[in-house]
């Protein structure tokens, strides 16, 4: 029986979800409150999988009905498949019934990617954890499942480990890395996770597998790998990636500074790119988030600072050396109030745990957090923090900032209670101004985590409809039904032109 | 209906949790099943749908809270602090409440009654103890079996209700002793030890004859009125004494966390509880207790969780050991829970199953057959998945053998 419904309130998204299907070519929300239609899916399902990993209680569906957002959406059935066939094979099952397909990971996403915005079949990925390492070729075949750390704890006797580094890796998926395009503390230098794909191979909206990309650096034809690595679940569903493996450094160090300004930790990031040294990572916290870090973590974090950079430099020990005097030396020239290197791995574990769980520790302040994940060009950083504070002052709401100052991809997140009357729509204005500020600026909306369903209708402040109307078209390429994940990136009317129309010139693909 | 009870999982507690999912990784079970209502996070936004009256306190509820270890590796890596143990006691004090079936009315009866009744507790010894002697155990069933193996041959009691055994050398305080409840009779070498170390401490040991049984497993199902009954005659039967000491870590767990059972009395009790770990470690630091300087080779060491992420003791019974002369080798750096998880192996004898057979293929790819543990369940767990060829004992036994042996 179809259970009495769930709140589906999607409190991140103010527009009406209903009026935009005719537009998107989405499946109407159909009316899965038919006893029959449900059960004959179920029963589909449970041929294909077995009773046991086909989810229909109401509340094992209700905790699948969102992410480390806030987007909540509504959950017909929740089924685990083990194998690129049993995905195709859930697909094919869930096409003849006309449902919407949501793939999930480990569910950390911080964007709605995976809380359905209608009421969809989701496919959990979390047991297809199958890895493949190939040390001749510095390369691993991994299943979408596999958690992004444990590939790296798996090679780092061999010397290697998976760059790409979200602060949420120790939980998060490659399936989910690779589908929202994710980068990291460590990214500054090495890439975000499209620098380290080579070959993904997707379950298509027919239940077709296919594999896009391959062993070769560069593989002939048309570069659709690159189309799938941040498409966030609406061309395919990943069944399984080649990524590489990059070799650990010889060296790294790691050098906490504390500053009386924001301004002088942002001057001495931006000043040590300038001076031609890009390090490992290079990482800002403001004082409020650095005292909830320090809370958890007991790093000691100099929690009188007005803002703390955290910088790593890694490589040849000679490198290391002169890049560590270098950081030094900038930071002095910023006024730098405290310098500490760590001295042993513990320290530095100790470190980028505090960093990593920056997010999570915001939880003690207020139960709920909204956030951005604009970016803004380096030499536009200081003016820009003064804007968000600015802002967030005039709305009163209380503002943190983490961010990855070496590419200025900024994290503004608003701590707050949902529950009290008014409050969303209180931060929903302030971050709506927040990420106008960062465009203007020359920015982007998303520099890691995604559009889903949370940024979806800020798209337009920096595409065009010749944009949007372009994006869409590819979407239908590989999706003409909009089965897979609809309604997420693509806001309402992104695709009103005629079909025939050529893509016009200047479209932002 | 909601929650019912004074003890349910706060709206603080539980919306403590922003969801974003560190603490999926750390979970054995969500490990073992990848699914969202065998982690942490799901469980407590279970909790939160029961709070918002999104769903109801059923079976679906009650099985997803079930399936929870109370290992609590949740919460050592949760940035937001959510206090998830206590929840977790608060919604199984609330499925307690709500559904009283007759599964549950048994297991309260065993984990309020048996454990905190001497002589109901002396039947059930004398039942092992006749297994033991005539080994019924190869008709039992196998789930029984196994758990069957996993204890030690049963010894008289060490530790004397109302003795006290004076401190040698230079006297330092005055420690109450815990027999717990299955510690007394199934493992007494383990408390002989414990108190001998002790005494070598500096300690005048007392065992309180009044204590009884600390209440975790009666926490951990939800039954509150025997928690706070057992909780209140501790803090009284231990109100003499400088230090309370406790060679089990899941009673130590829970004799520290007493501010929830027996109000501010509690809080000050628990502020004197020391596992014997702490103690004896100390005791080595500040140099009462020596060092060994025979080499005594490898022992595997495995965390009990109530010891590892509950009271965060890490450190101590590597040293013990080393002070033993014995090179600790690290099992898990992860520290994930073996299944035993106090009833656990009797009511989730599948799980339980999997994760002691994990632990145990660890321990062998370890290459030591000796197991230092810190707690009674874990010894048992091991035990019985281990088999034949391995030692299991507590890190305190191998430093009172050792100065036994350097005594001589």
Known sequence: ?509 | MGWVTEHAPTGAEVNACVRCGLCLPECPTFRLTGKESFSPRGRLMAMSAVADGVVEVDESFAGIMDSCLQCRACEVVCPSLVPFGRAMEGARAELAAQMPSRTRTARHLLVGRVLGSPGLLRMATLAVKVGQKTRVVRVLPSLLRSGFAGIRPVKPVAAQPGSTYRALGQRIGRAGFVTGCVMDVWFSDVHAASIAMLQRAGYDVVVPATQTCCGALAAHDGDVKDTHRLAERNVVAFANVDVVAVDSAGCGAHLKDYKHWAGQAGELFSKRVFDITELIDQAITSGRIPKSSVDRGPVAIQDPCHLRHVQRIVDAPRNILRAAGYSPVEIDPDGRCCGAAGMYSLLQPELSHQLGAAKADQVRQSHANVVASANPGCEMQLRSHLGKGYEIVHPVELLWRAVQEDDR
């Open chain 1, 1 to 509: 029986m179809w259970p009495r419904s769930y709140r589906a309130g999607l409190p991140n998204t103010r527009s009406s979800l209903d009026e935009e299907s005719a537009c998107l070519c989405i499946p109407e929300a159909r009316a899965w409150h038919e006893p029959d239609r449900l059960m004959t899916l179920i029963g589909d399902l449970r041929e294909i999988l077995g009773p046991d990993r086909v989810l229909s209680e109401p509340l094992e569906r209700y905790l699948y009905g969102t992410d480390g957002g806030m987007a909540r959406g509504e959950v017909i059935v929740v089924v685990l498949p083990e194998t690129a066939g049993e995905v195709s094979d859930v697909v094919k099952a869930a096409k003849r019934h006309a449902s919407p397909i949501v793939a999930r990971g480990a569910g950390t996403g911080l964007a709605g990617g995976a809380a359905p915005a209608v009421p969809s079949v989701v496919v959990s990925l979390t047991n297809m954890k199958t890895i493949e390492i190939d040390l001749g070729n510095r390369t691993a075949w991994v299943g979408p499942g596999v958690i992004n750390l444990d590939l790296s704890k798996l090679t780092r006797s061999s010397g290697f480990h998976f760059a790409p580094d979200p602060s949420s890796q120790s939980a998060c998926t490659i399936g989910g890395n690779v589908a929202n395009n994710s980068g990291g503390p460590h990214c500054l230098a090495e890439g975000t996770t499209t620098s380290h794909v080579l070959a993904v191979e997707i379950v298509t909206a027919d239940g077709e597998v296919v594999l896009l990309g391959g062993p070769a650096p560069d593989p002939i034809g048309l570069d659709l790998r690159s189309v799938v690595v941040g498409s966030e679940g609406l061309l395919g569903i990943i069944t399984r990636t080649l990524v590489k493996l990059t070799p650990n450094p010889l060296d790294v160090r790691t050098i906490l500074a504390g500053f009386a300004t924001m301004e002088d930790a942002v001057a001495t990031s931006s000043g040590i790119v300038a001076r031609g040294v890009v390090p490992a990572a290079l990482e800002i916290m403001d004082q409020k988030m650095t005292r909830a870090v320090e809370n958890f973590v007991g790093a000691g974090f100099p929690i009188d600072a007005a803002a703390i950079l955290l910088a790593e430099v890694a490589g040849h020990p000679a490198a290391v050396e002169a890049e560590a005097r270098l950081v030094e030396q900038v930071a002095n020239e910023n006024h730098v109030t405290s310098l500490r290197v760590a001295a042993d791995e513990v320290e530095r574990a100790k470190l980028w745990l505090g960093r990593k769980s920056a997010f999570g520790a915001v939880a003690q302040l207020a139960p709920d957090y909204y956030l951005h994940d604009t970016v803004v060009p380096r030499t536009q950083l200081v003016a820009t923090m003064q804007k968000i504070y600015e802002i967030a002052e005039r709305h009163g709401v209380l503002m943190l900032n983490v961010f990855h100052a070496g590419d200025g991809n900024l994290h503004p997140l608003v701590a707050f209670d949902a529950s009290v009357e008014g409050q969303l729509d209180i931060v929903h204005a302030a971050m709506e101004e927040v990420a106008r500020v960062c465009i203007e600026a020359g920015g982007a909306l998303s520099g890691e985590h995604g559009i889903g369903l949370e940024k979806r209708d800020l798209m337009p402040l920096l595409y065009s409809e010749a944009d949007l109307d372009a994006q869409a078209r590819l979407r239908e390429a590989f999706d003409p039904d909009g089965l897979f994940n609809p309604q997420k990136v693509l806001p309402a009317g992104s695709r009103c032109a005629d079909l025939g129309r050529p893509i016009p010139a200047g479209a932002w693909l």
